[in-house]
């Protein structure tokens, strides 16, 4: 018989928890799914042959159309360049050119090279569910 009363209890404890458990997952977590993955800054690094002629340094360009580089990087006579700061998603282009030490004798563009920036996934995994009590003591 004390079982009987027991039971009842469980139940309606069981329910009210679920209650508080949905509750709080609509006043704190559901707003969040109306934003959108959280973009974080990459960086891509670039390596290439010099030239076989004489040259005293490069210069890197990029941008985020094909052949319209709206970023420029004289990287001097390094061969392998880090860029930093690429928003995620976004598709760069990269082509390097080689300068004479007077700087008024530039080469050619090197073939262009192209990149998508990951995005990285920051959202937090599922909310588990049918959390029990089993047993207590």
Request: charged residues 15%.
């Amino acid at each position: 018989m004390w079982n009987n009363q027991v039971v009842p209890n469980q139940v309606f404890l069981k329910s009210r928890r679920s209650s508080c458990v949905h509750r709080l997952f609509f006043i704190l977590v559901f707003p969040f799914c109306f934003f959108p993955l959280i973009a974080q800054a990459g960086e891509v690094t670039l390596a290439w042959d010099p030239p076989s002629t004489e040259h005293e340094g490069f210069i890197l360009s990029y941008g985020t159309s094909s052949g319209l580089y709206s970023e420029t990087q004289d990287v001097g006579t390094k061969t392998v360049y880090t860029v930093p700061n690429l928003d995620a998603g976004q598709t760069y282009f990269f082509a390097v050119k080689a300068y004479n030490a007077n700087q008024n004798d530039d080469s050619p563009y090197s073939r262009e090279v192209s990149v998508m920036m990951p995005v990285l996934d920051t959202t937090a995994p599922d909310i588990p569910k049918s959390v029990q009590i089993i047993s207590s003591r």
